[in-house]
């Protein structure tokens, strides 16, 4: 087995190819641990009944809890033609997801907390990639590229998610362009819909309205954002045909070339729609993924994951996560 790479000498081995990123929670955890499921389980407001569920199960893993009710749903509706107790657990469900939003919402760092030394940083560790994609909600890589936009862009270059316009309150989705290079895989929490069309909301610069306090007004309505949060990866997928902008972004996976780095995740099977997709990009040989010591991952634990989610022809190496100077000060 080999060593796991520094994370320099593995943009050194892949120098003259076409690099790109996959970012999962992990990137999100290390700005702060406040993302981790047993951080968010603290401040949630579920009731007392699926909270019972969660210590059964004995885990704080929201999308592990969704998927089990849909397992049940799935065996009480077509097995057991109980239509009432597939509605209650469809229900359940739907508050737990609900739940998992308003949880991130609420104890998501403000941007203030956020050293210029931090961004600065981390935006160097994504200047090394062509395209980047990423799996998470929170607002901290939209954060980093309106920082890159107003102060380091001549440095790090062009970040462009893909929404124009100047509306006061929000920005729309250019469909199907040639120029974006963020993609939110999963949605995020300042993006919302309307039938399959997608905008994103932006701070009010008249009140000083935050990003954050706008995206908790509209959950407070009822009105909540473009993420997927669906237990089982078939699901996600499913949700992601439903929306232009997703399945654009999912489209977009499956056409990039060179290399692909995957850091901070956990190769958990609930995505294996989105290892599916690299699986069937022939132009992608080589993928460079993520070990974080600290949390007790190893090399041999993660290859063998690794050896599950993706198919013989894809070359794997690993690197060392900490190596990295994401949201170093």
């Known amino acids: 087995m080999e060593k796991s790479l520094e994370f320099e000498d593995a943009i050194s081995e892949t120098n003259g190819y076409q690099r790109n990123i996959l970012l999962g929670n992990g990137f999100s955890i290390a700005c702060d641990d406040c993302f981790s499921y047993d951080s968010l389980f603290q401040f949630s407001e579920l ?6 569920i969660f210590q059964e199960l004995d885990t704080k893993d929201f999308e592990l809890v969704m998927n089990k009710f849909i397992e049940v ?20 469900q739907r508050v737990v997801r609900n739940d998992l939003i308003q949880c991130i919402s609420h104890i998501h760092p403000k941007l203030s907390k956020i050293v210029e030394s ?11 990639f062509n395209y980047i994609f990423t799996l998470n909600y929170d607002l901290l890589l939209y954060w980093l590229l309106m920082y890159n936009l107003v102060e380091l862009k001549k440095e790090f270059g062009d970040l462009k998610d893909g929404y124009v316009g100047c509306e006061e309150y929000y920005r729309e989705w250019a469909k199907f362009n040639d120029w974006q290079n963020v993609f939110y895989l999963h949605g995020a929490l300042h993006l919302f819909y309307k039938n399959r069309d997608a905008y994103k909301i932006v701070a009010d610069k008249y009140t000083g309205g935050t990003l954050l306090d706008i995206t908790q007004k509209y959950q407070d309505n009822d009105i909540f954002p473009l993420v997927v949060t669906e237990g089982e990866s078939q699901n996600k997928l499913d949700f992601i045909n439903e929306n232009n902008y997703l399945q654009y972004c ?30 069937d990009n022939l132009n992608i040989h080589e993928i460079y993924i993520s070990i974080h010591h600290k949390s007790g991952e190893t090399i041999d634990k993660k290859s063998k994951l690794a050896e599950k ?14 190596s990295t100077y994401i949201w170093r000060k």
């Open 47 to 52: 009731p007392p009944e699926i909270k019972n």
């Open 73 to 92: 749903t799935d065996y009480c509706y077509y097995n057991l033609n109980s239509e009432a107790i597939a509605d209650l657990l469809w229900n359940y």
């Open 118 to 128: 931090r961004k600065k940083n981390t935006l160097k560790f994504l200047s090394n």
């Open 250 to 279: 999912y489209n977009k996976l499956s056409e990039i070339s060179g290399v692909l780095f995957i850091h901070g995740h956990s190769l958990n099977e609930t995505d294996q729609h989105i290892f599916d997709v690299i699986n």
């Open 309 to 322: 989610r993706f198919c013989r022809d894809k070359k794997l190496h690993y690197y060392d996560a900490d």
